[in-house]
């Protein structure tokens, strides 16, 4: 499969009502070749969002465009948004070849077999076979189940099966329905590792839907965070984990040591992150452009340096002491030489912080295991 | 999986027997009352033969009409959210519950040789009264019900999503209907077939105030009876109940078989 044309998708104060949900006045830009990912809680109306792009749903208000093309008033068959839905809703009468091949089907269909679509079985048979279904599935790596039907699939092959029926078409762009969240957390793992490297194969233009933060962070290039049908924030993943433009950002991703790193293995079951001139000591194995994640909790706070089982100790300078709560979120700063220096967020209790008598700008040292990196 | 023992289960089949028994015991006496000869020999009458092909071609003459006019009104019944949908919904309804020989009254107001609709068939050269087209409508009024409340719950059972992914493919709403929603509702629809078709193989009431003559089996069965006794209707109604019984099982055959 090659990469499909264009993929500029630009929303234009859009207006949407739909039931309980609704969506005042929203507008995104997604560029060709993107992987975009819309960050939100579960049950923010994602879904109508999604299908509303695709065509499905009318809005009220507002504007599409695809490529520089105004599509708002477009039927979805001519948009050429590809589409996925969470519970994958594979058209269970058909084979796995026969589903991927629907929509080569329907684009080749002859005037006789649009007007008379029984006529169409044949053909949807025939192109079952087709050297394009056939790198579809292998893309998926579920050129084995061709001949099955999708209720004798599992959750994880049902997914590869949608995946494939959306792509074998080369939508200009394709819509991602939290494809991950029915998934039992290792198949999540793996499938969230296929989308990558899909995407890096065909750069087809994404837009993911989630409610999962991590996800969001692994894939995106970009993260806009959405609520109650507003855009809170739009951004790099590390952009917005760093700098939370509203509370609610704050709140809802929740990650305070988030940094972008690149993992190299160093034997012994540990892996290496660089960030930026300080190397930082994870529990695991990682290569590459990686994502790595430190909870304030974890991250022990002392005066001296000591001796102890911590692989990672950094010298710092205490920059911001802001009680919440039970804790205290102590922020330390860690020099880097020729960058920025590296913000450590703390969580410690008020007794620990009164023994440590710390204060703004006082010399400190962070430290924390290996084991408490989390890799993503 | 082997059933769970429980007390009820004795008492309850006792008295779901009854009920079996009063069904079965009955078709069953008068399906041997007859011996196979005489049987070819009512076959052979030519009245007889008249009737029962009147029967199944009129009942499949009005099953097909209500193929065309009510699938399309379940599916919208199904899918569409529209003013006045309760009404639709409790008109379609009401065939069941409409005493057969008032619907036969009913359609003559209407079809009858004095009304304006049945003057403007007349016109067409279609009479309903006394005629086979009366007899077509007569088991379209009261077998529609069936047909489009099956087809309606076959389209309810699938998800509306199965063709948003077929839009988003290319499809039109046309091919997404025909290639996923219509083969999925099949089964439903092939069984709302079967119950409309065998409503109006039986259908007497309303017939026989349109349409006395031409003759259709039940009507049949009744002149006999009337005129000359049990002994004459018995085989008629055997082979009836006979033919019935074949197709209801052929076509609940072909019902199993559509989907593989």
Redesign the interface.
């Known amino acids: 499969m090659q990469k499909p044309e264009g993929g500029h998708l630009r929303i234009e104060h859009l207006r949407l009502r739909l039931g309980a949900f609704q969506v005042a006045d929203l507008s995104l830009e997604v560029e060709d070749g993107q992987y975009f990912v819309l960050l939100g809680p579960t049950g923010a109306g994602k879904t109508v969002l999604l299908e509303t792009i695709a065509g499905l749903h009318r809005p009220e208000g507002g504007r599409l465009w695809l490529d520089g093309e105004d599509i708002t008033a477009r039927p979805p068959e001519q948009r050429g948004i590809g589409f996925v839905y969470q519970d994958y809703v594979l058209f269970p009468h058909r084979t796995v070849a026969e589903n991927v091949a629907f929509g080569l089907a329907l684009r080749q269909a002859t005037a006789w077999e649009r007007a008379l679509p029984w006529l169409a079985r044949r053909r949807l048979r025939r192109l079952a076979r087709a050297q394009a279904v056939t790198d579809a599935l292998d893309l998926l790596h579920i050129g084995h189940l061709a001949d099955r039907h999708p209720r004798h699939l599992s959750g994880g092959e049902r997914q590869r099966v949608a995946l494939a029926r959306a792509l074998v078409v080369q939508p200009r762009v394709l819509l991602l329905d939290e494809p991950l969240s029915a998934l039992d957390p290792q198949r999540r793992e793996a499938l969230r590792g296929e989308l990558r490297r899909i995407h890096r194969a065909l750069s087809t233009t994404v837009l993911h839907v989630t409610h999962d933060f991590e996800e969001a962070v692994a894939l995106a290039d970009r993260i806009a965070v959405v609520h109650a049908g507003r855009i809170e924030q739009v951004g790099t993943p590390e952009a917005i984990f760093r700098r939370p433009a509203t509370p609610f950002v704050a709140e809802f991703v929740g990650v305070r040591n988030l940094f972008a790193a690149q993992a190299s293995p160093a034997g012994k079951g540990i892996t290496r992150l660089a960030v930026g001139g300080l190397t930082i000591i994870a529990a695991g194995h990682a290569k590459g452009k990686v994502h790595l994640a430190v909870r304030p909790e974890d991250i022990v706070l002392s005066r001296h340096p000591q001796e102890s089982s911590l692989r990672n100790v950094f010298q710092g300078r205490v920059t911001a002491i802001e009680p919440r709560g039970a804790l205290v979120y102590v922020t330390v700063e860690v020099p880097r030489s020729g960058e920025k220096p590296l913000p450590l967020v703390a969580a410690i209790t008020a007794p620990a912080l009164e023994t440590l008598a710390l204060r703004p700008s006082d010399p400190v040292t962070a430290g924390f295991k290996a084991s408490a990196v989390h890799v993503f | 999986m082997s059933m769970m023992r429980n007390r009820l289960f004795l008492p309850f089949a006792l008295l779901g027997a009854v009920l079996i028994w009063f069904v079965a015991w009955p078709l069953l006496r008068t399906i041997t009352a007859v011996t196979p000869a005489a049987l070819w020999h009512t076959l052979g009458e030519p009245e007889v033969a008249h009737a029962i092909g009147l029967t199944f071609g009129a009942s499949a003459a009005a099953t097909l009409l209500a193929l065309v006019l009510g699938v399309p009104l379940a599916y919208l019944l199904a899918r569409a959210a529209f003013p006045g949908k309760a009404l639709v919904e409790a008109i379609v309804d009401i065939p069941v519950v409409v005493p057969h020989s008032a619907a036969g009254i009913a359609l003559l107001m209407v079809f009858g040789r004095q009304a304006a609709v049945g003057k403007a068939f007349a016109a067409l050269g279609i009479r309903f009264v006394s005629a086979t087209p009366g007899i077509v409508i007569a088991m379209l009024f009261v077998g529609l019900s069936f047909l489009v409340n099956a087809a309606r719950d076959g389209f309810r059972s699938v998800?509306p999503?199965?063709e948003?992914?077929?839009?988003?493919?290319?499809?039109?709403p046309?091919?997404a209907f025909?290639?996923?929603t219509f083969?999925?509702a099949w089964r439903s629809i092939l069984s709302g077939v079967i119950m409309m078709w065998a409503r109006g193989l039986s259908e007497f009431g309303a017939v026989v105030i349109l349409a006395y003559h031409p003759m259709v089996a039940p009507v049949l069965i009744f002149e006999r009876f009337e005129s000359y006794g049990l002994d004459y209707a018995r085989p008629v109604a055997t082979l009836v109940i006979l033919i019935s019984l074949l197709v209801f099982l052929f076509l609940r055959w072909v019902g199993r078989d559509a989907?593989a």
């Open positions: 998800d999503r199965l948003h992914v077929a839009r988003t493919l290319g499809a039109s046309w091919q025909w290639q996923v083969p999925l989907e």
